[in-house]
């Protein structure tokens, strides 16, 4: 799925972000909020729990680059709960891009096209699996 080279940026610019990985989930829902407010109900209003659950997302694909297969039962399962929560499918495309966008702010000048590549790639897939999982939970 990811190439060696893929992975190799996912990981470097994830090491990049780690050192503010609250600032890098506050920066991603501030952002994700103002390009849609609609979804701001969706989540609680206190959001630190919801910030590190994303970041524990962020890291599971980032440790699991190289085979992300081995993730599929988590996403899938992560997918159906996202049903409960009220999330849809078009919600998916929205959040990789903000995270894309987020995460790019963040690495300034060390962010490259190769970087955006591997990371859709990445998002790509997880999304393909979670919404595998929303369809599969019947809810």
Request: net charge negative; glycine share 4%; aromatic share 8%.
């Amino acid at each position: 799925m990811l190439t060696d080279n893929q992975i190799d940026l996912i990981r470097d610019s994830a090491e990049r972000i780690a050192e503010t990985n609250v600032a890098a989930t506050n920066a991603f829902y501030a952002n994700l909020f103002s390009a849609a407010p609609s979804i701001r109900n969706l989540f609680p209003d206190d959001m630190f729990n919801q910030s590190e659950k994303l970041w524990n997302s962020i890291v599971m694909v980032v440790e699991s680059a190289d085979d992300l297969g081995e993730i599929t039962d988590a996403l899938k399962q992560l997918g159906a709960r996202h049903v409960q929560y009220g999330a849809e499918p078009e919600h998916y495309e929205l959040v990789s891009q903000i995270l894309i966008e987020t995460i790019s702010a963040l690495m300034d000048n060390h962010w490259t096209l190769a970087h955006q590549d591997a990371w859709q790639t990445a998002l790509n897939a997880v999304c393909t699996t979670m919404l595998k999982g929303a369809a599969e939970s019947g809810t």
